[in-house]
């Protein structure tokens, strides 16, 4: 005589608690989760440890998936890079998107790794510049979308320069460019965060960029503390009428550091 089945766990009577526990274990990563573009192919999404369990458990009901991708956004670090040869895109604008503006939402904690170097012009000057140009106009869609991602907590951007043969003035002019600045003025919009900080990001490489160019590593400087300031300032409120447009370009001059003459006329041509 055959035996009974045994009937299925009942998963969703145990306490939130216990459910929370149980996500944990199987969907929280000690290390960053690393996502890139590999080529023209869609989104690659990998965890430095596989979880077949914790991916199979996301798949078992809508109740279920709701609770289960919320500890996973919130729970774990996300690390984006533009190192992946040839295309060099970071990826993090292609992952924002795909997961959409609930999941978005849940995210705590953001890395990005910005690899500045010439050594990348293998292929000739042009191909260098056409892959700039594309991870920059993702980048700035990204930071587009994470303003309205309201949980981001912490934000790091590793900033990487190699100063090769030419002495680093192809690089200076890179690392200081209209796209750069632009940059810059998306990020600020971003707000209430807990932490921001650009790693590697030190007076020794900024001075060997143009070897006499203290002023503006003074100013690169002076743009970081302003960034800070402004990325972990309170989300505004919402207001019944907006600042007409004389205030809020008066506001933003008084707000910016001192740059440059250079710097500040790049930022201004935009």
Not at 153 to 166: A, D, G, H, Q, R
Request: proline share 5%.
């Amino acid at each position: 005589m055959a035996s009974p089945s045994a009937s299925p766990f009942p998963f969703l009577s145990l306490p939130p608690e216990l459910r929370n526990e149980v996500y944990f274990h199987l969907l929280h990563f000690t290390k960053p989760i690393h996502s890139d573009r590999a080529g023209n192919r869609e989104f690659c999404h990998r965890p430095r440890k596989s979880s077949n369990a914790g991916c199979a458990l996301i798949r078992t009901c809508k109740i279920i998936a709701v609770e289960a991708t919320s500890v996973l956004y919130r729970s774990n670090k996300f690390r984006f890079s533009n190192r992946t040869y040839p295309y060099f895109d970071i990826g993090i604008y292609t992952f924002l998107r795909s997961i959409g503006p609930d999941n978005r939402a849940m995210i705590r904690h953001l890395t990005i790794e910005i690899l500045y170097a010439d050594v990348f012009s293998i292929e000739g000057e042009e191909h260098l510049e056409c892959n700039t140009v594309r991870w920059a106009r993702q980048f700035l869609k990204a930071m587009e979308l994470l303003q309205q991602s309201h949980g981001l907590e912490i934000f790091e951007i590793n900033v990487k320069p190699l100063l090769t043969k030419k002495g680093g003035e192809d690089e200076y002019n890179r690392l200081f460019s209209d796209r750069t600045a632009k940059g810059i003025q998306e990020m600020s919009k971003i707000k209430g965060l807990r932490g921001f900080a650009i790693l590697e990001w030190k007076d020794e490489w900024l001075e060997k960029l143009g070897r006499k160019r203290k002023d503006e590593a003074t100013a690169a400087r002076d743009t970081i503390q302003w960034l800070r300031k402004e990325m972990t300032a309170p989300k505004a409120e919402a207001v019944s009428a907006k600042l007409s447009a004389s205030n809020q370009q008066r506001a933003t001059t008084e707000q910016k550091p001192q740059f440059s003459p250079e710097m500040h006329d790049q930022v201004h041509r935009m």
